[in-house]
Structure formats: C-alpha cells, structure tokens
T-cell receptor, first 112, second 112 residues
Framework: DAKTTQPTSMDCAEGRAANLPCNHS???????VYWYRQIHSQGPQYIIH???NNETNEMASLIITEDRKSSTLILPHATLRDTAVYYC?????????????FGKGTKLSVKP | SQTIHQWPATLVQPVGSPLSLECTVEGTSNPNLYWYRQAAGRGLQLLFYSVGIGQISSEVPQNLSASRPQDRQFILSSKKLLLSDSGFYLCAARDSSNQPQHFGDGTRLSIL
C-alpha cells in the first residue's frame, strides 16, 4: 500500500498557483518525498524530490513541513498542459531497489 | 540525460499468444531497471526490477517473466498471455548515481 495520502481531485484556474498537498505521517528518516505526474496515456514524468529542505526547480517547488509528515507541491503558474494526475511518493533514495509505490494520486484539472 | 525507449507503443494480442516487450536505455550505464504495469483506472504496480545483467527480482507472482541480456536492455515476456495481462506496461530506469526513476512512454497491451 502507498504510504501517502492525497486528495482525489483538485481544480485550479489557469495562471494561478496550484498547491497540491500530501500527507506522509509515517515517513522514516531515510525516505525522500518524490513527486511525479502522469498525463493521460503517457508514462509518469518526474517533477521534483526532497528530504528535509524546500526544493525548487524549473517545474515546481516542494515545501516539506519541519516534522516531515506532510508536503505541498506548488506549480506557480498553472497552464492547461499541467492537467494530469499527480503522485506523491516516499521512498529511500539509495539502496539497490529504490522502488516507487504509486498510490491513486490527485487528479488536477486546470481550467481556463 | 537518460532516454528510455519502449516499443511497440500499442499491441493487440490474442489470448494464449506469446509476448515480448523491449525497453532500451540511452545516456547511462549500469542503471537499475524496472517494469511496471498499470491496469485501467488503477495505479502503477511494480512487476520486476534489475540491478544488473542477468539479475532479476520479481515483486508479484504472475504469468510474466523478465530478462536483462545487456546492461541497457530489459525485456518483458510471456509464453501464453491471459486476459488479465491487459494493461499499460511501463519501463523505468534509475541511474546508479542515485537519480530519480525516469519512465518510458509505455506499451498499451490489449488481449482479445
């Protein structure tokens, strides 16, 4: 079973920030938080990951709470092309497996 | 950066026929490789992973097998397909330098 909890769906207006929450209250000290998204009929696309500190790249920002029990993915200016299912996953970074356990994710709909 | 090639993109096969799906990776060496399946309306399920040539670990008992004949080649096979083998098959790779997993565009398999 996935070790994260996400809302089933969210709407966002085009051009506004999309804030996608994720709860991972049982996260262990060596587990990272990963975010992927899947546009219909395509493979999952890696977005961002982090351990403790907030992270930012060209796609998004990741805000992790101090106790690491939850995080928020922020798409600063959502576009229609950001409509997708967003997956929050916790997993160890290293090790020989590094397997990802995907839950049901959040279906984000960006509306004009 | 690594590129993951999967083919074919779509495949329709009769029940009882054999299967061979190929995944090749460019831009990296000695990657960890993964096969996932996504059934209609469901999340991704890890089927197999490999940490090196000839090394295959199976996550779930099933009608499928995997092989890694070369460092950057991962093959998913079946001797006799079942209706329940229908789904979206995704290959993923993770660089040995501990980068996140990246996915191919998948093969959509329909069994008739």
């Amino acid at each position: 079973d996935a070790k994260t909890t996400q809302p089933t769906s969210m709407d966002c207006a085009e051009g506004r920030a999309a804030n996608l929450p994720c709860n991972h209250s049982t996260i262990s000290g060596n587990e990272y938080v990963y975010w992927y998204r899947q546009i219909h009929s395509q493979g999952p696309q890696y977005i961002i990951h982090g351990l403790k500190n907030n992270e930012t790249n060209e796609m998004a920002s990741l805000i992790i709470t101090e106790d690491r029990k939850s995080s928020t993915l922020i798409l600063p200016h959502a576009t229609l092309r950001d409509t997708a299912v967003y997956y929050c996953i916790v997993s160890t970074y290293g090790g020989s497996q590094g397997n990802l356990i995907f839950g049901k994710g959040t279906k984000l709909s960006v509306k004009p | 950066s690594q590129t993951i090639h999967q083919w074919p993109a779509t495949l329709v096969q009769p029940v009882g026929s054999p299967l061979s799906l190929e995944c090749t990776v460019e831009g990296t060496s000695n990657p960890n490789l993964y096969w996932y399946r996504q059934a209609a309306g469901r999340g991704l399920q890890l089927l197999f992973y490999s940490v090196g040539i000839g090394q295959i670990s199976s996550e779930v008992p099933q009608n499928l097998s995997a092989s890694r004949p070369q460092d950057r080649q991962f093959i998913l096979s079946s001797k006799k397909l079942l209706l329940s083998d229908s789904g979206f098959y995704l290959c993923a790779a993770r660089d040995s330098s501990n980068q996140p997993q990246h996915f191919g565009d998948g093969t959509r398999l329909s069994i008739l």
